[in-house]
């Protein structure tokens, strides 16, 4: 059986005019390769450098894991143990909108705004950018002998949320959010200085978890502003790499119809345009 998402947790996502997306990052985690070395991501990098000439090492990302229920997080001691290969990011440019990375147990697509006047290119845009890297990628463990066995599909979009002429941010957060407001017993608290939200949802049947983190940010030219993180993480129980675009769909659904559900309508089609 592959892990295909049924039809209420994939419903047709919105489309917005001038979304307030500045970054995205879909990535694509598997058991780890054994055998993988540093000398492989040279090896892979023949493979993808006429697209993303450019490499750049990283500390290595923790393995993720979604348990259900939820574990409490509890303290703990890691090992000493030998070294393991770390991350690379291949980039299309010094200081280009897109980049490749990647770990012994993980593929990654990241998407960046570069200007103002860029836009986000979609979901549909990158997904596919991405899962075409990721073919290349596959095809590439086969030749080394390594069956590449995902298990989860991670996606990340980066918003930012401006106030408008006369408009505090404090207040921007009260009511671009919903279920939030300032309000007291006595009203004799004035509204307060510094707020974040931070919410988790599971997706339904314990097929992943949508994770929702804002927070307020100053722009050292431009302000203050409200910076909103969604994150969409779906298990992929089949181990099957061709099926994993349903699982990648699956968590970016949750994080665009979260990202509608958790903010106010009026802003969304005013500022944005919103047209669905």
């Known amino acids: ?108 697509f990241n998407w960046r705004k570069p200007d103002e006047e860029t836009q986000y290119p979609s979901y549909s845009v990158n997904s596919q950018l991405c899962l075409a890297e990721f073919r290349v990628f596959t095809e590439f463990c086969e030749r080394q002998g390594w069956p590449v066995k995902p298990d989860l599909c991670e996606v990340v979009y980066v918003n930012q949320i401006w106030p408008v002429q006369g408009e505090s941010v404090i207040d921007l957060f009260a009511n671009i959010f919903t279920g939030i407001g300032w309000g007291t017993s006595d009203d004799w608290l004035p509204s307060p200085e510094v707020v974040t939200l931070n919410r988790v949802f599971e997706i339904p049947e314990q097929r992943g978890r949508l994770y929702a983190e804002a927070g307020l940010a100053i722009d050292k030219d431009e302000g203050p502003f409200i910076n909103l993180r969604m994150l969409g993480r779906a298990l992929h129980t089949s181990g099957n790499p061709s099926d994993i675009e349903d699982t990648l769909r699956l968590a970016h659904d949750w994080v665009v119809n979260g990202f509608v559900s958790l903010t106010d309508r009026t802003i969304r089609q005013e500022r944005w345009g919103q047209r669905i």
């Not at 997080?73 to 980049?99: I, M």
């Open 1 to 108: 059986m592959g892990s295909s998402p049924d039809a209420a947790q994939t419903r047709s996502g919105p489309k917005f005019d001038n979304p307030p997306v500045v970054e995205t990052a879909l990535g694509i985690q598997f058991v780890e390769l054994p055998g993988f070395n540093t000398t492989h991501f040279g090896l892979f990098h023949e493979e993808i450098c006429d697209r993303y000439a450019v490499a750049v090492d990283q500390p290595r990302l923790d393995r993720i894991i979604e348990t259900f229920p939820k574990a409490v997080r509890t303290p703990h001691f890691k090992l000493r143990t030998a070294p393991r290969p770390e991350r690379v990011w291949f980039k299309d440019s010094p200081d280009g909108s897109r980049l490749v990375q990647l770990q012994p147990d993980r593929f990654g």
